[in-house]
């Protein structure tokens, strides 16, 4: 059965500093790419970032590129998203994907974390 928790959100003011955590289980974690989106009220779900699964190659949106950094460790079936300097902007449901290729793409989620920045 496949699992992914994600953990560290929270209300942080504007300019601080934040780090989600997402917790897998259930799949071969180091043979999936995985990837952080976020959905703010009203809005669809947008893409954040990426890793490979190796870890070896990353790319995030224009939006939060030099303030958001993913990364990976295959050790610990764990995925983080570093998020520095935060912006009110940023307020959304954080969502953790891994995806698959099993003949097909396959999609699994998190149930998300909620970031509020705020003062």
């Known amino acids: 059965q496949v699992q992914l928790v994600e953990s560290g959100g929270g209300l942080v003011q504007p300019g601080g500093s934040l780090k989600l955590s997402c917790a897998a289980s259930?799949?071969?974690?180091?043979?999936?790419?995985m990837s952080w989106y976020r959905q703010a009220p009203g809005k669809e779900r947008e893409l954040v970032a990426v890793t490979t699964p190796t870890g070896g190659n990353t790319n995030s949106a224009d939006s939060v590129k030099g303030r958001f950094t993913i990364s990976r460790d295959n050790a610990k079936n764990t995925v983080y998203l570093q998020m520095n300097s935060l912006k009110p902007e940023d307020t959304a449901v954080y969502y953790c994907?891994?995806?698959?290729?099993?003949?097909?793409?396959?999609?699994?989620w998190g149930q998300g974390t909620q970031v509020t920045v705020s003062s």
């Open positions: 259930g799949f071969s974690f180091s043979t999936a790419a």
């Open positions: 994907n891994a995806r698959r290729w099993l003949g097909a793409w396959r999609d699994y």
